[in-house]
């Protein structure tokens, strides 16, 4: 009878282990292993959650990469490498190490507070999760308090869209607002 209820726990410890977790279970932790390839400037870690060549002609624009915008050219390995202090700006990596992926996980949303470096120039993130499409979208957000408000005062939205697919996260599209 004992061998029998400790084979009995060996074989639920062992099935617990090696239990196959829901897609909607790895999400969050590869958002968080994201956010720390970023901010440690792992180029390969993060490289992991894109597919390359990434072909949109207003990604270079997007970061005021103008000779590769006017070229429409394909964001590639090396493209990205190049320039992934502009993907990935100042603005960005102190706003996304301040969301609660906890969070995000529980709530499907999670907000920054505002940040600024110089009293001019404000950001911040809402990072959310929308389960019937499956995306993670990081929204970055910020505006000028100097600029004319008459001339849209400076406002801007930058959202990077990750799809989950086959329960991993990767990068599908990025859009501007402002």
């Not at 239990?19 to 792992?42: E, F, M, N, P």
């Not at 002609?57 to 005021?64: G, K, Q």
Request: proline share 3%; net charge neutral; glycine share 4%.
């Amino acid at each position: 009878m004992k061998k029998t209820i400790l084979y009995l726990c060996l074989l639920l410890a062992t099935h617990t282990a090696f239990a196959v977790t829901d897609s909607s279970g790895t999400w969050i932790d590869q958002v968080r292993t994201l956010r720390d390839a970023i901010y440690k400037r792992d180029k390969e870690t993060t490289k992991t959650f894109f597919t390359f060549p990434y072909n949109n002609p207003e990604f270079w624009y997007i970061f005021s990469v103008p000779k590769l915008a006017e070229k429409e050219a394909p964001v590639t390995a090396q493209s990205f490498d190049l320039y992934f202090d502009k993907i990935f700006d100042k603005a960005f990596v102190t706003s996304f190490l301040k969301i609660k992926t906890k969070d995000l996980y529980e709530k499907g949303s999670a907000k920054t507070a505002e940040f600024t470096d110089n009293q001019e120039e404000y950001y911040s993130m809402e990072a959310t999760y929308d389960k019937a499409e499956q995306t993670v979208t990081l929204q970055l957000s910020g505006y000028n308090k100097k600029a004319d408000p008459e001339m849209g005062g400076g406002e801007y939205a930058i959202f990077y869209v990750f799809k989950i697919k086959d329960g991993k996260l990767k990068f599908d599209k990025v859009l501007m607002a402002g």
